[in-house]
Every structure is written in structure tokens, then in C-alpha cells.
Nanobody
């Protein structure tokens, strides 16, 4: 299973970005996908996830109402739409896929998001 994250960049506070995670070697209906982020000096934080078969969605309280996760089963891609970005959203964002154990065992390479004026 391989994941390729993209869409990061530099954006002004209040701006928007859309991250994409292309999954190969697995299908989204078999593997739940999560977005995580790591900021310098901070622990990895779970941002949002979408489950496999029924597409149940969860968000971290810090991003609820601003971020939206969705998936395109035809393209085996999960998107993270990030609106009203804040400087504290600055981090490397990773997507990950759950394995049959239920753990996030497959990780993409990360994409940098920087929110700064």
C-alpha cells in the first residue's frame, strides 16, 4: 500500500488549501484513511479521518468547522479541504491508511503547510 500526499504550500491566515492523498495498492472501501500533522516541537496530531465502508468522518476539535474530509472512490483519493487557516495549522501533514489490524500502518511522505503573513 502506498500513499502520496500533495497540495501543501504557503498561505496567508484566513486562506484555504486542499490536500490530496492518492492511495495505491488498496481501496478506500477496504481501508480507512486519516490525516495527521506534525508541527515543530509538538507531538503528531490526528486531524481527521474517514472510515472504510460507510465513510464515517471525525475531526479534531481544533479543526472542526474549518476542515472537511472527502473521498473519491473512483480515483482512490482522499481530500482534506482546509479553510480559514490559522498560523497554528502550520505543520507537515501526512495521510495514512489503516491495515487489517485497525492501526495506521501505511503512511505517505507528508506535505508542508505553512500559514503566515
Amino acid at each position: 500500500v502506498q500513499l502520496q500526499a500533495s497540495g501543501g504550500g504557503l498561505v496567508l491566515p484566513g486562506g484555504s488549501l486542499r490536500l490530496s492523498c492518492v492511495v495505491s495498492g488498496a481501496t478506500l472501501k477496504d481501508n480507512g484513511i486519516g490525516w495527521f500533522r506534525e508541527a515543530p516541537g509538538k507531538e503528531r496530531e490526528a486531524v481527521s479521518c474517514i472510515s472504510n465502508e460507510y465513510g464515517s468522518i471525525k475531526y479534531a476539535p481544533s479543526v472542526k468547522g474549518r476542515f472537511s474530509i472527502s473521498r473519491d472512490d473512483a480515483k482512490n483519493t482522499v481530500h482534506l479541504q482546509m479553510n480559514n487557516l490559522k498560523p497554528e495549522d502550520t505543520a507537515v501533514y501526512y495521510c495514512a491508511a489503516r491495515s487489517t489490524t485497525g492501526s495506521y500502518d501505511y503512511w505517505g511522505q507528508g506535505t508542508q503547510v505553512t500559514v503566515s503573513s
